[in-house]
């Protein structure tokens, strides 16, 4: 079997460009892609990945070959995911080319498989993380580590944020936030999407901002209304964002860099963020991390997990075909030593308690029994198999994907990690000043108005002999 493969990322998903001759006519085969092994056996229908040391070529099950040429996955036979999100009543769930949206009863299928790109136009790579918000706004981060967002409702967010900023006015007469929200649409490129219930706004980066890959995050719901973005790194690293801080001190840093004509506008911005923002955010009480998983949360926290979401007050953390479940409480700093003292594991499946599979279609499927299949399953991820291959195949992998990221440890710069819809209240507050400065100029008479007018004239028609003078000299001297 030959073939073209144009990325392969969270360890089994593969773009593949061109295949050649079925897999059952050939030997087995093995593809090498960014040192990852993907072996291919005859007659059979899942393919197998390497782990451990190479020279022992242990294989363990890696996932459906229908998988590896492009069709939707089987979940409820394979678990692996790419991403989750969820807000309050439902589930969206990521893998390879495709996405389910789920509530709570529904079971993914292949009826119900939507493809990511014509829903989310933007992203055209594999989902590596993804997250929502309790109003439904979706976060996704792609491989490249691009960031897309998708708003369902802008205000409620600004309404939970900033408190009382529609209303806010300079002066009892100036209502700043009908500008601000031109400004906002305009800055991300805010644009309603046709037949389903999302704006998008324009791609961003965290290249710049973070040297690992993201692996799995969410936003966590309904604690104190805090609004913690968790994020889970490469290399056993997290990071904890909180959104909210974020964004106030955002809004201190442009207050300050409010100057000249704009600088009216400053005691009123203050005396604002100070009625809200208590105590004062700062970056050392808005941004934790990076740290690393095992020593600040808990050593049987499972590593580098593959999804994560969070649903009331509860945080989920799927791993392979478990799930953890934890408070949403435990994920700020004041309680971690108390969660490193918690014992935990994984309390079950994802099959029938998140993705809602039904026991009854596994007999339908060819398996004696769900529990029977549930055996076979742990069996394969977790008992490697010594399989030498007859053929390894090495291929190299997109340009793209083996860019070096820089690393920015500044201050300014880790806040620029407050995520699509956080950072579009960050630096719009300039346009209230300006829609101030704007009315005072409408007030200017017109006789001052024709007097600045034909001074600007003169000017204009003397830049331009002095212009012509200068580079008829230029000329002449010219070789």
Known sequence: MSAKVGRLTKETNIKVLEV?????????????????????????????????ESSRNEYVFGGWNQVFFGCPQPLCIDATIDAIAADNHQLIIFRGLYYWILSRNLQPTFRNAQKIQQTFQSVDKFVAASAADKFGNLIIVDEDMKVHGFIKDLLPIVDHFFPALRELTIFRVIRVWPEILKAI??????????????????????????DKNVRS??????????????????????????????????????????????????????????????????????????????????????????????????????????????????????????????????I????????????????????????????NYRDMIKNPKVILPATTISLPSSSSSMKTMKTVQSESNSSGLIFAFVSALLILFLVASFMYSRQQKSKVSATRKNVSLNKSKKFHLNDRKRKFVRNRSLHNRSP
């Open 348 to 375: 079950d499946d994802i099959f029938t308690r998140v993705l809602h599979c039904k026991l009854l279609d596994y007999e339908s499927w060819g398996f004696k029994s769900y529990y029977d299949f549930k055996k």
């Open 20 to 52: 050649s001759n079925a897999a059952e006519n050939v030997e087995s085969r093995v593809l090498s892609v960014r040192g990852q092994k993907i072996l291919f056996q005859p007659n059979e229908t899942y393919f197998m990945k390497a782990i451990g």
């Open 185 to 210: 649409k305009k800055e991300l490129d805010y644009t309603p999407l046709p037949n389903i219930p999302y704006s998008k706004i324009k791609v961003m980066s965290i290249k710049d901002y973070t």
């Open 217 to 346: 995050m969410f936003i966590t719901k309904d604690y104190n209304n805090a609004w913690k973005l968790v994020l889970f790194l490469e290399e056993d690293q997290f990071l904890i964002i909180d959104l909210i801080r974020m964004a106030r001190l955002g809004f201190r840093q442009q207050i300050e860099k409010l100057k000249g004509k704009e600088a009216f506008a400053k005691p009123g911005l203050i005396d604002y963020i100070n009625s809200i923002d208590i105590p004062e955010s700062t970056l050392s009480n808005s941004f934790f991390g990076p740290y690393n998983v095992k020593s600040e949360l808990n050593q049987n926290f499972p590593r580098q997990p593959e999804a994560a979401f969070a649903r009331g007050d509860k945080a989920y953390i799927v791993k392979s075909w478990e799930y953890y479940e934890l408070s949403s409480s435990d994920f700020q700093e004041s309680s971690f030593p108390k969660l490193k003292q918690t014992r935990i594991s994984g």
